[in-house]
């Protein structure tokens, strides 16, 4: 009656594996599952266009929707 569950990978990051197996729980697949819905809700595009950013662009490294998705 041992169910095989195969892992999941996310769609943002190919590399990224996620299994589920009781004896090495943590919250890490918690958060991927959260960039998973805001990329698929496409809230993070749509939150960037309603905001300004007042930062030089010349100077910007990371741009406002890496911002909002590593808050």
Same mark, same amino acid.
């Given at each position: 009656?041992?169910?095989?569950? *195969?892992?999941?990978?996310?769609?943002?990051?190919?590399?990224?594996?996620?299994?589920? #197996?009781?004896? #090495?729980?943590?919250?890490?697949?918690?958060? %991927?599952?959260? *960039?998973?819905?805001? =990329?698929?809700?496409? +809230? +993070?595009?749509?939150?960037?266009? *309603?905001?300004? =950013?007042?930062? *030089?662009?010349? =100077?910007? %490294?990371? =741009?406002?929707?890496?911002?909002?998705?590593?808050?």
């Amino acid at each position: 009656m041992g169910e095989t569950l *195969r892992p999941v990978t996310a769609g943002f990051n190919r590399s990224l594996s996620i299994e589920t #197996r009781a004896e #090495r729980l943590t919250g890490d697949p918690g958060a %991927v599952l959260l *960039r998973e819905a805001l =990329d698929a809700t496409g +809230i +993070i595009g749509w939150m960037a266009a *309603r905001m300004k =950013d007042s930062r *030089r662009q010349a =100077d910007v %490294v990371h =741009d406002l929707p890496s911002l909002l998705r590593t808050m």
